[in-house]
């Protein structure tokens, strides 16, 4: 081979290698779209606005946390899903009592005792929080 067609194929190789290389990278775009809460055509709207968590203490070690029950600002209809979560100091899951409601729960009055799976070291106790899911609720 002549070297002038050799000077010509050596720009050509090149620039068919750097096309390969180019496309083994492409990657295809991802767009996300993100929404506020209740933004959407199904707002979730909570059935109470404020909850007190009241927790029952073992009767020989009062150390220790064996049931929680709430009350709430709003009476909440039969069917309303309450669940109480207890996040611990030294664990990532909660620990979690819930029930459902067979009766209507007048504003202000406590929900029955809700047992704990087990008991729970108040000391361990970093953060409660309530879930409240009302039964006309469907996603």
Same mark, same amino acid.
């Given at each position: 081979?002549?070297? $002038?067609?050799?000077? @010509? ?20 775009? !991802?767009?996300? #779209?993100? *929404? *506020? ?20 203490? =073992? ?5 220790? !946390? ?7 600002? $709003? ?5 309303? #899903?309450?669940? !109480? @979560?207890?996040?611990?100091?030294? *664990? ?9 409601? $067979? ?5 202000? *009055? ?7 799976? #087990?008991?729970? =070291? !108040? ?9 409240? @899911?009302?039964?006309? #609720?469907?996603?």
């Amino acid at each position: 081979m002549r070297r $002038s067609t050799r000077r @010509k194929l050596v720009p050509l190789a090149l620039a068919l290698a750097l096309a390969m290389v180019g496309a083994a990278f492409a990657v295809p775009q !991802i767009t996300v #779209y993100v *929404q *506020q809460l209740g933004a959407g055509n199904n707002p979730v709207v909570s059935p109470t606005n404020d909850a007190w968590v009241n927790f029952t203490l =073992d009767t020989t070690n009062p150390d220790y !946390i064996t049931a929680v029950s709430a009350n709430f600002s $709003s009476t909440l209809p039969a069917g309303t #899903y309450v669940a !109480i @979560k207890l996040y611990l100091t030294n *664990q990532s899951t909660p620990v979690v009592a819930s029930t459902t409601l $067979s009766s209507a729960l007048t504003a202000g *009055q406590f929900t029955s005792d809700l047992p704990l799976p #087990y008991e729970v =070291d !108040i000391s361990d106790l970093n953060n409660v929080s309530v879930v409240v @899911k009302s039964p006309t #609720y469907s996603p």
